[in-house]
Every structure is written in structure tokens, then in C-alpha cells.
């Protein structure tokens, strides 16, 4: 088995301490309480439970939260992670889960907790833009499912996050907006080995993509301007700018989460997605959205029960498959010994690690490409400027209205997805094409199936090719060629409606985040969960250390009680 | 041993197959004629505006034509991966309305209770005011 050969390569710094560090055990970032600068690393307990049991002993109250997050944001506002930030929404929410509080009715885990939002989930009262000038001041007069579910448990909402227009892209660069800067590229970890290599170059030209779509999410997330973000996931949106970011980037599968709300991309196989810096902040987080939503038939109606993660104890029962075909010529050679790193660290632990085939697997790019243009066409047609979103001035006839409103509102890449999407559905393409496409997916859908009824319980995979790239390099090659490259590991766990997650490993040679993907069984979210959460107890991925760029945090966390606390 | 050899394997199969973007498949670009551009652009709305974007078309076909490689006889379309459940339907029941002012405030252009549009009867092609470009 080609994961046993010996990788004994430097997966990463240990990083030394920092008053960031310090700052972090507020926001559940260490584990260690009581010597809390004693290591560099810290495994993630969940932010949220800590968070909030702080919450509730009164040692932070939800306005401080907020209030620290909201001037995080500002400190952080140049990597564009935020297209708005609904600020007084979120004080006035956290003025009333105060109250809560007080009374000693706290809603739950998320009461008080800073969340965010990707920019094309409907928010009632709060601009919702796809980062597209299509729908530049649309105002939506509902909430998606799931912000309302967000908000009915009591959590504070930051701000709607920056992504790829329409959500349609791999590096969160072709928004309206510009792209998102990932916050590692200010990382004292990035910068330290940028130092050792290259002199006098202007540092600030080499910023990093945070992936995407929900970049802007995962950003957010990263630079712990919030607790948890929504995502949404149709080809790896979620779980590839969580890879990154360093941050844990959960797909659920599909019919698992409403999507009602969230403006469509592929509706067959979009899905809301979760960001988080721990695996146990994914399940509290996916416990409140997961379960059926009358206004989305695609929800299923088995009850849903709380995803506690119990620990993982007896490994023997686990079975891990490694699929043969994401050994690709185009994987870095840090990710892969990662990656064979990690299966034999569950392995050494006692698991059963076998090689599997996803024979159909290479397909799902092209497969995607058609199915998604096709019904990104189809999706795309309500915007007509008439009942909502941008209009232009032509007014000479319905059409010509239609199709310069179009022209002004759509960029270059979903112009071409709209074209090639209704080239494919041409009455004599149909077949062709779309259904071909279809029937491809049913082999790439059958590929997974075979595999988990031979008794695997969960795969182990790259989520991307190598770590994140600088901006300069990235724009080099179109949207398409990009998310081809970039969709590789993530997009066929869409065409099969599969729960996968992203879950941070270590950092690369540069000082990068890379992480590795996990792949359930359909609605095994829970299990998919556990596993990753034993693997994220055994890598401990280093924390972010931003504190060039929070130099004068002190002023931020103004009250010391603030920076300390702790569960103890 | 065979470990390194299935590896090399790989590389050498996948090659072949990845790499993408390569050269449009002189078998499966077909030409993108001036009146597919006006048939797709009537049908959707929305201009190539440039040669690139007609390019770009050209390049989206060659690659949808990989598909041609997959044996699929005998295979279903998928449509959802919900297939084998049954679909939900809500009750027909009025739960929620009354909001027709809220949704009228995200319209630009409104008469009372009415979305207006320009006239309906001009077909688009026929006013002339795309970007001309020349059609290949």
C-alpha cells in the first residue's frame, strides 16, 4: 500500500508562544487552562460550549463578545472578508441575549455566540448581494431556513461574508466586492518562512487566496472575527477555502440542511455548509440547522437527533478506505505525505486502512461542468430585473430590458455558465449532453455506494491539491480551468449527496495550512464527525498567529478578566 | 515494491486524462456558428459580447465532450440522489401572505400593485444593440 512508505517529512513549526495566544482561550482556541502559554499548540475545544459556559458564569458578557468581534472585524476589514457588516443587528441581539442571561433562560450552546453568514443566503432586513451587481441593494424580506434557525438560538449575526459571484468560483476572487485576502498570509508562521526565502520583496503583493466560494466565510472564521460561519457547498465551496483557512469546513449531506433561502447554484447538489475552528463547534452548529424544512421538499423527514460527538475508543471497528485514483500527478508532495501520514497514523491506532477504487471519480469535473451550467441557466433566469435586483435603464422592450439588465448584472464567468449552460440543454444537445451527464453521475454516485456497502466506513482524501496560493499566481488561469484544478478531491461527494468534512492537519514547508477530507455515508453525519474529531485530537493543528497584524490587540480586550477565561 | 509501481501507474494513466486545459479535441469542437451564437444569446438573454466569450463556448464544448469516454449503456440518468425516498409535499394550505408591499419594495419600476415592464411585444434580436463583434 503506497501510504506505508515511510514519510517522515517535517509537517510543521512547532510555533512558539504569543500574547495572541492568550487571547485565544477566550474564544476556546487552547486546551490548556491552567498553564495556558505553557505550549504553541492547542487542541480546538469547542468555542462555542466554552464560550458559552463562560456566558453563563457571567465572566464575558454576549455585548463584550460582540463587541470584541465587531472591533476584530475592523482590525481586519483589509482581508474583505465582510461585505456588510450588520453591526447593530448584532448589538441589539446580543443586548437581548444578555438579558436571557440575566434571567438564567439562555436559548442554548449558540445564545450570545458571533456568527456569520456567505452573502448569498437571504437575510430579512440585511442587503443580500451574491457579490454581484445583479443583486447590489436587494433587500430580502425573509430569512433562509437556516439564518432563522441561527438566529431562533439566540446567536449574534456579524455580517453577510464575501465570495466568488454567485458563488461561482474556487479562489473567492471574482466577486464585485475583490477578493478575499486569507488571513495566514499575515500569519507570524507565513511570514517567518517567507523571511528565510525571499529578501525585500514587498511583502504585501504575495497575500494569499483563502480558496472558495465561501472564502469570505472561512476568513471570517480564521481571523476569529465569529465563532461559526455559514458556507454553502456545491463542488468544495465550503470545505476547500476551509483547507485554506485552517479552519474545519463541514458538507452535510444533502436533504440533511434546508436550502431554502439560500439563492441557488446547482440545486441538486447545493448544499449549506458549515465553517468552524473545532470539529465539536461543526456538530453543535449542525445539530441546531440539520432536519426537515416544509419549505424545502429536498429535506428529509427523519427526526434529527443532537450531534454529541462521543470519543472514539475502540479503533479496531473502524474501517478507513484510501481511494487509489486521488493519487494524482497534480497533488504537492507535502499534501500526499500528509495524507499517507495520516493513514497510517489510524492505522499504527488500530483502524483497518485498505485501499479502495473510485473508478468514475476523474469524471465528476466534466460531469459538473455541464449539470452545473445547465442548471445555472435555468437558475439564472429569474434574474429579469423586474421584480427585484438591478434594472437598466433600456426601456424600448421587455427583451432588450432583460438582456441589458443581464449584460450589467452578470460577470464574465456566469455569463459563459448561462451560454454553455443553454448550449447543453439545446433540444439537440439534450441527450448528448445534460442526460448524459446525468448518467454519468449515477456511476460516479454508484462508485461511493460499492465502496461503502464493502464495509468502509469513512474515505480518507486531500481536500486540495497543495496549500493556498499567492492572488498573482492564482488569477493567472480562468474561473474554469481554476475550479477544475481546484474541485478535483471535493466535487464527486456532491454528485453523490454525501456528508464530507474538511478538517485542518498541519501546516506546509511555507508555513501553510493543509488539510484532509473525510467522506461518510449518506446521513452518517455523526460518524463522519467522530472520526474527524479523533483526528483533529491527534494532529493538533497550530493555531493562527496573527499578532503583527493585532499589535495593539490589548486595546481590543480592554477588560483582562476578558482574555482569560476558561472553563475551570 | 508495487505500491511505487500502482503510483507510477497512475501518473502515467492520469496524465493522459488530466492537464486540463489541453487543446480543444479537434473531434468534439464543433463550430460555433453565427446563428448558434444568436440562437443561444435569444435563448438566454444575455450576449457573448466578445470573441473570448465565443471562444470560451468552444472550449466548454470540447470539454463536455470527455463524457463521450464513459461507457453508460444500460445506466439511468440521476436526477436527485433522493430518488429512492418520496418527495415531500406540504399541504395546500395558505400559511404565509399578505406581503405583497414588501415584495414590491424591491422592485425599481411599480404602479400600485403592479411590476411594470416595457413593452412585450419586440423581439430582442431585432433591435440592434449588442456590441457588434465579428461572428467567426
Known amino acids: ?568 | 515494491m508495487w505500491t511505487r509501481a500502482v503510483w507510477l501507474g497512475l501518473r502515467a494513466s492520469a496524465g493522459g486524462r488530466r492537464g486540463f486545459p489541453s487543446k480543444a479535441d479537434p473531434q468534439g469542437s464543433r463550430r460555433v456558428t453565427a446563428e448558434l451564437i444568436e440562437h443561444l444569446e435569444r435563448l438566454a438573454l444575455v450576449d457573448f459580447g466578445s470573441q473570448e466569450a465565443v471562444a470560451r463556448l468552444e472550449k466548454a464544448i470540447a470539454f463536455a465532450d470527455r463524457l463521450r469516454a464513459v461507457d453508460t449503456d444500460g445506466v439511468e440518468p440521476m436526477e436527485s440522489v433522493l430518488e429512492d425516498r418520496c418527495l415531500y409535499l406540504r399541504s395546500d394550505n395558505v400559511v404565509e401572505g399578505n406581503c405583497a408591499e414588501e415584495l414590491l419594495q424591491n422592485s425599481h419600476r411599480v404602479v400600485e400593485e403592479y411590476f411594470v415592464a416595457p413593452p412585450g411585444n419586440i423581439s430582442w434580436p431585432k433591435l440592434d444593440e449588442k456590441e457588434p463583434f465579428s461572428h467567426c
Not at chain 1, 492568550?22 to 486546551?31: K, P, S, T, V
Not at chain 1, 443532537?306 to 473502524?318: E, Q, Y
Open chain 1, 1 to 568: 500500500m503506497w501510504w506505508r512508505v515511510g514519510h517522515e517529512d517535517h509537517v510543521g513549526p512547532d510555533p512558539p508562544r504569543s500574547e495572541w495566544n492568550c487571547l485565544l482561550r477566550a474564544q476556546g482556541g487552547r486546551e490548556d487552562s491552567r498553564s495556558p502559554c505553557s505550549r504553541g499548540r492547542g487542541v480546538p475545544r469547542p468555542a462555542c460550549i466554552l464560550v458559552s459556559a463562560a456566558l453563563k458564569q457571567g465572566q464575558v458578557t454576549p455585548t463584550e463578545l460582540c463587541q470584541r468581534c465587531l472591533s476584530l472585524i475592523k482590525k481586519t476589514k483589509f482581508l474583505n472578508a465582510y461585505i456588510t457588516v450588520s453591526e447593530e443587528v448584532a448589538l441589539k441581539q446580543a443586548e437581548e441575549s444578555e438579558k436571557r442571561y440575566k434571567k438564567g433562560h439562555s436559548l442554548g450552546d449558540l445564545d450570545g455566540i458571533p456568527v456569520a453568514v456567505k452573502d448569498n443566503f437571504s437575510t430579512a432586513g440585511i442587503e443580500t448581494t451574491c457579490a454581484s451587481n445583479m443583486l447590489k441593494g436587494y433587500v430580502p424580506p425573509y430569512n433562509a431556513t437556516v439564518v432563522q434557525k441561527l438566529l431562533d438560538q439566540g446567536a449574534l449575526l456579524m455580517g453577510k461574508t464575501n465570495l466568488d459571484e454567485f458563488a461561482m468560483g474556487s479562489g473567492s476572487t471574482d466577486g464585485i466586492f475583490g477578493p478575499v485576502k486569507n488571513p495566514w498570509s499575515y500569519s507570524k508562521q507565513y511570514r517567518e518562512k517567507r523571511k528565510q526565502k525571499s529578501h525585500g520583496k514587498n511583502e504585501d503583493s504575495h497575500w494569499l487566496i483563502t480558496g472558495g466560494s465561501s472564502g469570505g466565510s472561512a476568513a471570517a472564521v480564521s481571523a476569529f472575527t465569529c465563532f461559526a460561519a455559514l458556507g454553502s457547498d456545491t463542488g468544495g465551496s465550503t470545505r476547500n477555502p476551509a483547507a485554506h483557512c485552517g479552519v474545519v469546513g463541514l458538507k452535510p449531506s444533502y436533504g440533511l440542511v434546508s436550502r431554502h433561502g439560500l439563492i441557488p447554484l446547482v440545486n441538486s447538489m447545493d448544499v449549506p455548509g458549515i465553517l468552524t475552528r473545532c470539529v465539536d463547534d461543526a456538530a453543535i452548529v449542525l445539530g441546531i440547522l440539520a432536519g426537515h424544512d416544509p419549505k424545502d421538499s429536498t429535506t428529509i423527514q427523519d427526526p434529527v437527533k443532537p450531534f454529541t460527538l462521543p470519543s472514539l475508543t475502540d479503533m479496531s471497528k473502524l474501517c478507513i478506505g484510501i481511494p487509489k485514483e486521488y493519487l494524482t500527478p497534480e497533488l504537492s508532495s507535502e499534501v500526499q505525505s500528509l495524507w499517507s501520514k495520516a493513514a497510517n497514523l489510524f492505522e499504527s491506532e488500530g483502524a483497518k486502512v485498505i485501499e479502495v477504487s473510485l473508478p468514475h471519480t476523474s469524471y465528476s469535473i466534466v460531469c459538473y461542468h455541464v449539470l452545473c451550467t445547465s442548471e445555472v441557466a435555468s437558475n439564472m433566469a429569474r434574474f429579469d430585473g423586474l421584480e427585484y435586483g438591478h434594472r437598466c435603464d433600456i426601456d424600448v422592450s421587455t427583451e432588450a430590458m432583460y438582456a441589458a439588465t443581464r449584460r450589467e448584472g452578470f460577470n464574465d464567468v456566469v455569463r459563459g455558465r448561462i451560454l454553455s449552460g443553454n448550449f447543453f440543454l439545446l433540444k439537440e444537445n439534450y441527450e448528448n449532453y445534460f442526460v448524459k451527464a446525468q448518467k454519468v453521475r449515477r456511476l460516479i454516485a454508484r462508485d461511493f455506494v460499492n465502496v461503502f456497502n464493502s464495509g468502509v466506513d469513512v474515505l480518507l482524501t486531500p481536500t486540495t491539491l497543495s496549500e493556498a496560493v499567492p492572488h498573482t499566481e492564482f488569477i493567472r488561469e480562468d474561473n474554469r480551468t481554476r475550479s477544475a484544478q481546484d474541485d478535483l478531491f471535493t466535487q464527486a461527494v456532491n454528485m453523490a449527496g454525501l456528508p464530507a468534512v474538511s478538517v485542518p492537519m498541519a501546516l506546509s514547508s511555507q508555513g501553510l495550512p493543509i488539510g484532509l477530507q473525510f467522506i461518510g455515508r449518506a446521513f452518517c453525519d455523526q460518524q463522519l464527525l467522530t472520526v474527524a474529531k479523533w483526528f483533529e485530537k491527534q494532529v493538533q493543528f497550530p493555531v493562527i498567529q496573527l499578532q503583527e497584524l493585532m499589535d495593539d490587540c490589548s486595546s481590543v480586550f480592554e477588560n483582562e478578566k476578558l482574555a482569560s477565561v476558561s472553563l475551570k
